[in-house]
């Protein structure tokens, strides 16, 4: 493609401005209105090399009228520096409206400072231009010696910023791993609740029934809830420790049960000790169902008798031996493995699944196609992404921006166009992927040679063709850049070969032409048919375009 632009781009021209004469008909027929006052003015005409002119421009208007002064680089040759703030002053109806712009250029010579366009109303004004002499500031060249310019040479690219994109990466993940070891991995202190759950049955026992002792129930005269949580206590108890089935047991059948195990020598309890018992769970039976009401010596009482059951079937109960002891921890380390390896599950779910619901939802914000070529990386969206560069090119200068810097093609006239083309300058980036290309050209011509816009239209289908292009659709419409200089806008697809190869794909393309006598413009971009981030590259491009009709 960028044998296309270096051959066959280099031409083009730009369409003069006009002021149409309806609006001269528009103007006259506004009622009660007056005619807008614009009046120039520069500093100095005269400068050295890299020093500032200030262009002064004043407008009167009615208060009711819309002014829109020149933006960006509009005074090529001439750059701009700076373009301060409008200076707005009011006498009675009327605004007088100041702006003052920096400018400055770096090589010695007389320069037109153009005529510029001041919008008002949606109708175009335009300045006097004026010369400015820039000269060349004395040098000493005894003592300090000249060399030539070097050429340009070709730089690797810079990747100093990819430090921060390590860094966040690393936080991102340093913090991910932090939570997830946080709630999944570490252990956690134990609340008391939990501590209190850790402690041999008997120890929990006998510390349940001194909270019980210091409780408020008797007090508040809660006799049912405090024998419900002295059986509850008591029961529990000898469901863990002596393997009774207590908790969902009737008195009857836990007596029963209890009065066994000592027949059978399995727990060494007295009869005297079984009926205490019987006796305390019957007086919480009645407390409990028929509401009756006991002293609360006898409370007390029963919850010292408890305690000492408690502390008689402890003693009661046979030692574990050693292969019971060793039995029992090796339970106990499985069951911490396996609640080790459960919360890691969990752990690994939680976080898979936080992962998937966040690429669902960037996907149905962002689109998954997008979301995909973020992760993955695509040619083109980094260069929409990127830092763009706003830059001239060639002279007569075509402005435009650009996702890089277009660099400077080597173009060699034929010997019969020498004759009628004075200077040829082109511009162009090639992306290495894909199809995207862009290029300038400005070509300056005899003086009264008009810009041949249908031989360069032609010029570069053919090219294509002479490439391998196939099947080339060409459309045509007038193209007016945001200042108002109208030019030809040559669109429409075809199938591109791909290079180094014999793949054609399908690609779409743009050609922006302007010009006039002596001189010529071209703007040239292709890119892939479905790549959408090439075409807001490109539609971005177009709308940046800006070109000079002053040769």
């Known amino acids: ?12 021209r730009i369409a003069r401005f006009v002021i149409l004469p309806c609006l001269l008909f528009t103007i006259s027929t506004v009622i009660a209105q007056e005619n807008p006052n614009i009046r120039t003015s520069v500093d100095t005409t005269y400068i050295k090399i890299g020093e500032q002119v200030q262009w002064k421009v004043s407008v009167e208007v009615d208060s009711t ?8 680089q509009t005074f090529s040759p001439l750059e701009t520096v700076e373009a301060f703030a409008t200076d707005t002053t009011r006498k009675k109806d009327r605004l007088t409206l100041e702006k003052i712009y920096a400018l400055t250029q770096f090589d010695s010579g007389s320069y037109k400072l153009p005529a510029q366009r001041i919008e008002i109303n949606g109708i175009g004004y335009f300045t006097d231009s004026m010369l400015v002499n820039v000269e060349t500031v004395p040098v000493d060249t005894i003592a300090q010696k000249m060399y030539d310019i070097k050429p340009l040479i070709n730089v690797e690219k810079s990747y100093i910023d990819w430090w921060k994109y390590l860094v966040i990466g690393l936080l991102a993940l340093l913090i991910l791993g932090g939570l997830f070891y946080w709630f999944f ?52 108890y000898l469901e863990e420790e002596a393997n009774v089935a207590a908790l969902e047991s009737t008195t009857g059948q836990l007596i029963e049960r209890l009065e066994l195990l000592s027949d059978s020598g399995e727990l ?56 019971e002891l060793m039995q029992q ?7 911490s493995r396996r609640k080790q390896k459960r919360k890691l599950i969990i752990g690994l779910s939680t976080l898979a699944g936080v992962i998937v619901l966040g690429v669902l939802i960037a996907g149905f914000k962002f689109g998954f196609t997008y979301l ?31 996702p890089k810097v277009l660099v400077r093609q080597e173009v060699k006239l034929p010997p019969e166009a020498k004759a009628n083309i004075q200077d040829i300058q082109a511009f162009a980036y090639h992306s290495p ?21 249908e031989q360069t239209i032609e010029q570069i289908i053919k090219g294509f ?23 030809i806008k040559v669109y429409g697809s075809g199938n591109f070969p791909v290079p180094n190869s014999k793949e054609l794909v399908k690609g779409k393309y743009a050609v922006l032409l302007f010009g006039g006598k002596g001189f010529q413009q071209n703007v040239i971009l292709t890119w892939l048919d479905d790549d959408t981030y090439a075409q807001d590259i490109v539609d971005r491009i177009l709308s940046s375009v800006e070109v000079k009709t002053d040769v």
């Open 1 to 12: 493609m960028r044998k296309i632009r270096t051959k066959y781009c280099s031409i083009s």
């Open 65 to 72: 009228d819309q002014v829109i002064f020149p933006e960006g």
């Open 185 to 236: 991995i570490r252990k956690k202190p134990l609340t008391q609740e939990e501590k209190e759950a850790l402690l041999p049955p008997y120890d929990r026992a006998l510390l349940e029934l001194k909270r019980l002792e210091n409780s408020k129930y008797l007090i508040q005269d809660e006799f049912k809830e405090y024998y419900s949580e002295l059986t509850t206590i008591v029961r529990a």
């Open 268 to 323: 060494q309890l007295d009869k005297d000790t079984i009926q205490q018992f019987k006796n305390i769970l019957q007086t919480a039976d009645l407390v409990k169902f028929a509401r009756t009401k006991p002293s609360l010596s006898v409370a007390e009482q029963d919850r010292k008798l408890v305690e000492q059951i408690v502390v008689k079937t402890h003693e009661a109960i046979p030692e574990p031996t050693e292969e």
């Open 329 to 335: 921890a090796e339970y106990l380390e499985e069951l």
């Open 372 to 402: 995909k070529d973020t992760v993955l990386g695509h040619p083109t969206k980094e260069l929409l992404e990127g830092e763009w560069i706003s830059s001239s090119y060639g002279f007569p200068p075509i402005l435009l921006e650009t």
């Open 433 to 453: 992927i894909g199809l995207f290309t862009v290029g300038t050209t400005s070509l300056t011509m005899n003086p009264e040679m008009e810009a041949p816009f």
């Open 465 to 487: 063709e002479g490439q391998g292009t196939k099947n080339i659709i060409t459309k045509q419409e007038e193209f007016t850049t945001v200042s108002g200089v109208k030019g």
